[in-house]
């Protein structure tokens, strides 16, 4: 049986969704162009983005205050004639169910994790246009067999209700299923929290760009008002430069904030200044900086993950030092700047003695806590300008800028004996290693270092292990 606190906060979500929809309905009036049609339709964003965030929990308020407004908008228009509550549900269904089918078809998508985060913008403008479409056709439709417009009517407001619905649902829907998300559980940061990390800078920084925004959209609205040509009212298509600027240098959170406020502003000020005959422009804009935003938040997203991508590329994720890649790029860049320079340059090459016995008598776990605390050792003692990468397996690189064969002996000495002192519990066993040095000769590339290098540390596995081997760039070999 369903907890009481679970039922409460069912029915405390069902409740606020029929609210903000009535309050959403009445905004629709901004631009309502026919008692039935607005060319834009908040209540159709809610639907949609309530149905893709809740699936089936939110059909049922949204069910019951499309019907309840159905009765109402007829008593408001037809207060002479009785209410056909019987009828009054066909907008409702149409409405609810249309929805339901795009958000439901949407949901399934993205949590079957098949799709990006950009080929999920691309599901939800094709989904949210096919279900505006139905709910627009389908709502049409059932006002006519309820016997509230005629034929004519009916043709004459579908596809502005079409157009009205999707425009509403493209600059509000994203800002509503985080506002919802947000007050309802916070799901999308637990199951896509990279979703949400991206661009939180300062909010003076973001309320800059916002009203950079409105300012440009009020002073182009207000120059259309004054001029009255349509030619004027296209200057609101330089909008989109400001916004996105904002939506490639803010999160997600933010981007869809201010997308709902631009698309809200618009609106208010085509109601305020009567710019009626140019609503369709106006409509136009909002739908055009909507979509351009929307993909614009991929370029932000995009970016991070390049950058995870390189990070992960250039660092061993066990260790935390320098990947096999990372090491070799970062070398060789050094020692050119080395061989230039006539510097000396040093590559050390170790790794832990018998650690196959480790990983095979106390399994991998554990071999892996011993290479992070080996790696956490060495980096505590390194210089600031050494470099420490995991060639494979437990095998370490070091190389020594600016450091000759005798120093880099004492350096690495001295690594020896802090890894033989180091006490690890769960290994249970005195940890050690061999090191083998090498110092680059001249014009030599990394790859023949490393040769001689791996070559060296050979010899100190020869020789007994847990000591140092050097080799000298005439290549003669001392203890």
Same mark, same amino acid.
């Given at each position: 049986?369903?907890?009481?606190?679970?039922?409460?906060?069912?029915?405390?979500?069902?409740?606020?969704?029929?609210?903000?929809?009535?309050?959403?309905?009445?905004?629709?009036?901004?631009?309502?162009?026919?008692? @039935?049609?607005?060319?834009?339709?908040?209540?159709?964003?809610?639907?949609?983005?309530?149905?893709?965030?809740?699936?089936?929990?939110?059909?049922?308020?949204?069910?019951?205050?499309?019907?309840?407004?159905?009765?109402?908008?007829?008593?408001?228009?037809?207060?002479?004639?009785?209410?056909? *509550?019987?009828?009054?549900?066909?907008?409702?269904?149409?409405?609810?169910?249309? *929805?339901?089918?795009?958000?439901?078809?949407?949901?399934?998508?993205?949590?079957?994790?098949?799709?990006?985060?950009?080929?999920?913008?691309?599901?939800?403008?094709?989904?949210?246009?096919?279900?505006?479409?139905?709910?627009?056709?389908?709502?049409?439709?059932?006002?006519?067999?309820?016997?509230?417009?005629?034929?004519?009517?009916?043709?004459?407001?579908?596809?502005?209700?079409?157009?009205?619905?999707?425009?509403?649902?493209?600059?509000?829907?994203?800002?509503?299923?985080?506002?919802?998300?947000?007050?309802?559980?916070?799901?999308?940061?637990?199951?896509?929290?990279?979703?949400?990390?991206?661009? @939180?800078?300062?909010? @003076?920084?973001?309320?800059?760009?916002?009203?950079?925004?409105?300012?440009?959209?009020?002073?182009?609205?207000?120059?259309?008002?004054?001029?009255?040509?349509?030619?004027?009212?296209?200057?609101?298509?330089?909008?989109?430069?400001?916004?996105?600027?904002?939506? *490639?240098?803010?999160?997600?959170?933010?981007?869809?904030?201010?997308?709902?406020?631009?698309?809200?502003?618009?609106?208010?000020?085509?109601?305020?200044?009567?710019?009626?005959?140019?609503?369709?422009? *106006?409509?136009?804009?909002?739908?055009?900086?909507?979509?351009?935003?929307?993909?614009?938040?991929?370029?932000?997203?995009?970016?991070?993950?390049?950058?995870?991508?390189?990070?992960?590329?250039?660092?061993?994720?066990?260790?935390?030092?320098?990947?096999?890649?990372?090491?070799?790029?970062?070398?060789?860049?050094?020692?050119?700047?080395?061989?230039?320079?006539?510097?000396?340059?040093?590559?050390?090459?170790?790794?832990?003695?018998?650690?196959?016995?480790?990983?095979?008598?106390?399994?991998?776990?554990?071999?892996?806590?011993?290479?992070?605390?080996?790696?956490?050792?060495?980096?505590?003692?390194?210089?600031?300008?050494?470099?420490?990468?995991?060639?494979?397996?437990?095998?370490?690189?070091?190389?020594?800028?600016?450091?000759?064969?005798?120093?880099?002996?004492?350096?690495?000495?001295?690594?020896?004996?802090?890894?033989?002192?180091?006490?690890?519990?769960?290994?249970?066993?005195?940890?050690?290693?061999?090191?083998?040095?090498?110092?680059?000769?001249?014009?030599?590339?990394?790859?023949?270092?490393?040769?001689?290098?791996?070559?060296?540390?050979?010899?100190?596995?020869?020789?007994?292990?847990?000591?140092?081997?050097?080799?000298?760039?005439?290549?003669?070999?001392?203890?």
């Amino acid at each position: 049986m369903p907890s009481v606190g679970r039922i409460s906060a069912q029915l405390g979500l069902q409740l606020a969704l029929m609210l903000a929809w009535v309050l959403l309905y009445q905004s629709a009036e901004l631009l309502e162009y026919s008692p @039935h049609a607005s060319l834009w339709y908040p209540p159709a964003a809610l639907s949609f983005a309530a149905l893709t965030l809740f699936g089936l929990r939110a059909f049922p308020a949204l069910l019951l205050v499309c019907f309840l407004m159905s009765v109402w908008h007829f008593q408001r228009y037809h207060p002479a004639e009785q209410i056909p *509550y019987a009828a009054a549900i066909l907008p409702a269904m149409a409405h609810g169910m249309s *929805y339901l089918l795009g958000a439901l078809l949407l949901r399934i998508l993205i949590q079957s994790g098949r799709v990006n985060y950009s080929g999920t913008l691309v599901a939800y403008l094709i989904l949210a246009a096919i279900a505006a479409l139905l709910a627009a056709y389908s709502g049409a439709w059932s006002l006519q067999l309820a016997g509230v417009i005629e034929q004519s009517e009916r043709l004459a407001i579908w596809l502005g209700w079409w157009i009205g619905d999707l425009v509403a649902i493209l600059s509000l829907s994203p800002f509503l299923v985080l506002l919802l998300d947000r007050f309802t559980g916070k799901t999308i940061a637990a199951q896509a929290p990279w979703l949400l990390q991206h661009g @939180h800078g300062p909010r @003076h920084s973001f309320l800059l760009k916002l009203v950079l925004c409105l300012l440009l959209l009020t002073f182009s609205m207000l120059l259309a008002h004054q001029v009255r040509a349509q030619e004027i009212t296209f200057l609101i298509l330089f909008l989109s430069l400001p916004a996105m600027w904002l939506v *490639y240098t803010e999160s997600i959170w933010r981007s869809f904030s201010g997308l709902a406020v631009i698309s809200l502003a618009i609106v208010l000020l085509t109601a305020l200044l009567e710019l009626d005959s140019y609503a369709a422009i *106006y409509q136009f804009t909002i739908a055009m900086i909507a979509v351009a935003m929307l993909y614009g938040t991929a370029v932000p997203l995009l970016q991070n993950t390049n950058q995870q991508l390189q990070r992960s590329l250039h660092t061993d994720p066990l260790t935390g030092v320098l990947s096999r890649q990372g090491f070799i790029e970062q070398a060789n860049l050094l020692l050119g700047r080395a061989g230039r320079r006539k510097d000396k340059v040093c590559l050390a090459v170790l790794d832990l003695d018998h650690f196959k016995q480790v990983n095979d008598l106390l399994g991998h776990q554990i071999g892996d806590e011993v290479l992070q605390q080996v790696c956490q050792t060495l980096q505590r003692q390194l210089r600031q300008q050494d470099l420490l990468g995991r060639f494979g397996g437990d095998e370490l690189m070091l190389l020594l800028p600016d450091t000759d064969t005798r120093e880099a002996s004492k350096i690495c000495e001295r690594l020896r004996l802090s890894i033989e002192q180091l006490h690890i519990a769960a290994a249970g066993q005195q940890v050690t290693a061999s090191f083998g040095i090498c110092e680059q000769q001249s014009d030599e590339s990394f790859n023949q270092l490393f040769a001689r290098a791996d070559k060296t540390l050979m010899q100190a596995k020869q020789r007994g292990r847990n000591r140092i081997e050097t080799i000298l760039a005439d290549q003669s070999a001392t203890d």
